[in-house]
Every structure is written in C-alpha cells, then in structure tokens.
C-alpha cells in the first residue's frame, strides 16, 4: 500500500515518483517493483545532506546542508520540497544553482525535503 507524499524510485532506468493518491498495489516501473525511499534525517560525511529551515518574514528558506552541498554535474541536489500544514512546495535545482529554495509561504507545521541525485532522500 502506497501512502501520500511516498518517494519511490526504479532501481532500473532511475525514474522517480512521489504518490499524490494513496491505494493498495505495488508501484512497477521497467517491470519490477519500484524501490520506497527512506527519509534520512542524520548527516555522517563531511558532505551535508539535512535540509536546514529558516523562518523569514516574507517565507521560507531551505538550504541544503549546515556547510553548502556540492552542486556539481553528477552529484547535486535535484530538488528541495516543503510540506507546510499538508500542502506540497516543491523547487527543483540544477548542477550549478545554489543548494537552496525560497518559498513565499508561511505556516506552523513545516517539513522540508530534498534529493541528492547520489545520496537520496533527507529529510528535516
């Protein structure tokens, strides 16, 4: 069973998709069963992942890491999201932009997410 917000990936053709609708099944893509991805939430290398949440008066800004992650050509991060009061935010990033999203949105319950394109999914 798929729950709303879930990342899975195929582990084939690297396809990624995040579930808008719950529902019982399994999620195939290439002809095998795409892959949950697991929410890391705990930086252990000198390269940092965790999505770091800054209140501002007109937003927020999520940047990538207490030190800027690498932004490079194979190894980047592909896109930040915020989950504010239930609704979905997402920004998507290429090699060479600033590991960072402004979203002009305000709210109490925020979560922020991001996908490094080598190290997955994390999550604050």
Request: aromatic share 8%; with cysteine; charged share 25%.
């Amino acid at each position: 069973m798929t729950k709303k917000l879930e990342i899975y990936k195929c582990e084939i053709c690297g396809n990624i998709v995040e579930v808008t609708h719950e529902a019982a099944g399994v999620l195939v893509c290439c002809g095998q069963p795409m892959v949950k991805l697991e929410e890391q939430t705990a930086d252990s290398s000198t390269e940092k992942h965790v999505p770091v949440i800054e209140e501002k008066e007109d937003g927020i800004m999520v940047k990538v890491g207490s030190v800027p992650h690498p932004m490079e050509e194979k190894h980047y991060i592909e896109w930040i999201e915020i989950i504010v009061d239930g609704k979905s935010y997402k920004q998507y990033l290429n090699p060479g932009d600033k590991p960072e999203a402004f979203f002009p949105v305000k709210g109490s319950n925020i979560v922020a997410r991001e996908y490094c394109s080598v190290h997955g999914l994390w999550k604050s």
